[in-house]
């Protein structure tokens, strides 16, 4: 299951906690840190986030880090931050900025990697060594495909905001599932057997009913299913290049999390900062075909009793578009 929580309030910093799980492990991602986010988890769900992904590097989006970094900076293995061009150089200035006495005695690493449109490049740093040296290990080509575990792949998108600004998409794998009622009519019950029939078992299967054939089996008792999936977009310029990028790249997306900083009688404002008004959100959420909208980062600008006026404007052009619940 794929399970996202938006940190932080309205007109305030906000981040994304992704907790994928399966039945056999889990993995968690964090999309941006802005201030208070990391504050508000328990510290075990920090402990257990390996990837943080940042869109952008603007204090808005990165001043959490300190919290986060606190309750992992000596985390055994390898940690990962995946951000734009720039990335390694602006957070070992963050890695730095504290007094590391005891380094020598630290054991954790941390992979820094700059994601450029065309791509990829690892900077690494060592706790043991005060995080005083880069080692640069080489890049990648960039195919827009960022991570993949058993739980869930990560895709990124470069954006413009005055700058390099990276959206997200998440999706889990495919879901295989047996279908209880024709297990119930071929009169069988379950046990490992059907582990093994999930597992491409080929030949004849020992199954409670006696030996069958797995290709019948798996022709007649498989379900297959698309994992779910969600993407993040935030401070960008939704211009007719973005939205000729984007919805091709936002097709069949189960649940867009998405900025909108303006009411549409400040365009011109958003468009300055490389920004998106609310009804431009909406207007791409519909053309993409995803099937909720999630409204996020709203300007400081409007006072709290103007935030439903967001909805309002959204809904004409997308209905199913909310506020997290976690706004409630």
Same mark, same amino acid.
């Given at each position: 299951?794929?399970?996202?929580?938006?940190?932080? $309030?309205?007109? %305030?910093?906000? *981040?994304?906690? /992704?907790?994928?799980?399966? &039945?056999?492990?889990?993995?968690?991602? @964090? #999309?941006?840190?802005?201030?208070?986010?990391?504050?508000?988890?328990?510290?075990?769900?920090?402990?257990?986030?390996?990837?943080?992904?940042?869109?952008?590097?603007?204090?808005?989006?990165?001043?959490?880090?300190?919290?986060?970094?606190?309750?992992?900076?000596?985390?055994?293995?390898?940690?990962?931050?995946?951000?734009?061009?720039?990335?390694?150089?602006?957070?070992?200035?963050?890695?730095?900025?504290?007094?590391?006495?005891?380094?020598?005695?630290?054991?954790?690493?941390?992979?820094?990697?700059?994601?450029?449109?065309?791509?990829?490049?690892?900077? $690494?740093?060592? %706790?043991?060594? *005060?995080?005083? /040296?880069?080692?640069?290990? &080489?890049?990648?080509?960039?195919?827009? @495909? #960022?991570?993949?575990?058993?739980?869930?792949?990560?895709?990124?998108?470069?954006?413009?905001?005055?700058?390099?600004?990276?959206?997200?998409?998440?999706?889990?794998?495919?879901?295989?599932?047996?279908?209880?009622?024709?297990?119930?009519?071929?009169?069988?019950?379950?046990?490992?057997?059907?582990?093994?029939?999930?597992?491409?078992?080929?030949?004849?299967?020992?199954?409670?009913?006696?030996?069958?054939?797995?290709?019948?089996?798996?022709?007649?008792?498989?379900?297959?299913?698309?994992?779910?999936?969600?993407?993040?977009?935030?401070?960008?310029?939704?211009?007719?290049? %973005?939205?000729?990028?984007?919805?091709?790249?936002?097709?069949?997306?189960?649940?867009?999390?998405?900025?909108?900083?303006?009411?549409?009688?400040?365009?011109?404002?958003?468009?300055?900062?490389?920004?998106?008004?609310?009804?431009?959100?909406?207007?791409?959420?519909?053309?993409?075909?995803?099937?909720?909208?999630?409204?996020?980062?709203?300007?400081?600008?409007?006072?709290?009793?103007?935030?439903?006026?967001?909805?309002?404007?959204?809904?004409?052009?997308?209905?199913?578009?909310?506020?997290?619940?976690?706004?409630?």
């Amino acid at each position: 299951m794929l399970h996202i929580s938006v940190l932080g $309030r309205p007109a %305030a910093d906000n *981040a994304l906690l /992704v907790t994928a799980e399966s &039945g056999q492990g889990r993995t968690r991602l @964090l #999309l941006d840190c802005g201030a208070g986010t990391a504050d508000t988890l328990p510290l075990g769900v920090v402990q257990d986030i390996r990837h943080l992904c940042l869109s952008h590097l603007h204090m808005d989006h990165i001043s959490g880090f300190d919290a986060f970094f606190r309750a992992t900076f000596d985390r055994p293995g390898e940690n990962h931050i995946w951000g734009p061009p720039g990335s390694a150089r602006i957070l070992q200035h963050r890695f730095q900025g504290f007094w590391w006495n005891h380094a020598p005695e630290l054991r954790g690493t941390w992979l820094v990697h700059e994601v450029w449109p065309e791509r990829v490049e690892t900077v $690494r740093f060592e %706790a043991h060594e *005060a995080f005083a /040296v880069p080692h640069p290990m &080489g890049h990648a080509p960039q195919t827009g @495909l #960022l991570l993949t575990t058993p739980e869930l792949s990560v895709w990124a998108l470069t954006l413009s905001h005055h700058g390099a600004s990276l959206g997200f998409r998440l999706q889990e794998p495919e879901r295989v599932n047996i279908d209880a009622s024709r297990l119930r009519a071929l009169g069988l019950t379950g046990g490992p057997w059907l582990a093994a029939l999930k597992a491409s078992a080929t030949g004849m299967l020992d199954t409670p009913a006696g030996p069958r054939d797995a290709d019948e089996l798996r022709a007649t008792l498989l379900r297959r299913e698309p994992g779910q999936s969600a993407a993040y977009l935030t401070d960008f310029l939704l211009d007719d290049e %973005a939205v000729t990028q984007l919805t091709p790249w936002l097709a069949g997306v189960d649940t867009l999390y998405a900025e909108a900083q303006y009411l549409p009688e400040d365009a011109a404002l958003a468009a300055r900062h490389h920004h998106t008004t609310v009804d431009q959100v909406a207007q791409l959420a519909a053309g993409s075909g995803v099937g909720r909208l999630r409204l996020l980062h709203l300007s400081r600008r409007y006072p709290a009793d103007r935030w439903p006026e967001f909805l309002e404007v959204a809904r004409q052009q997308f209905a199913p578009t909310a506020f997290p619940d976690e706004w409630a």
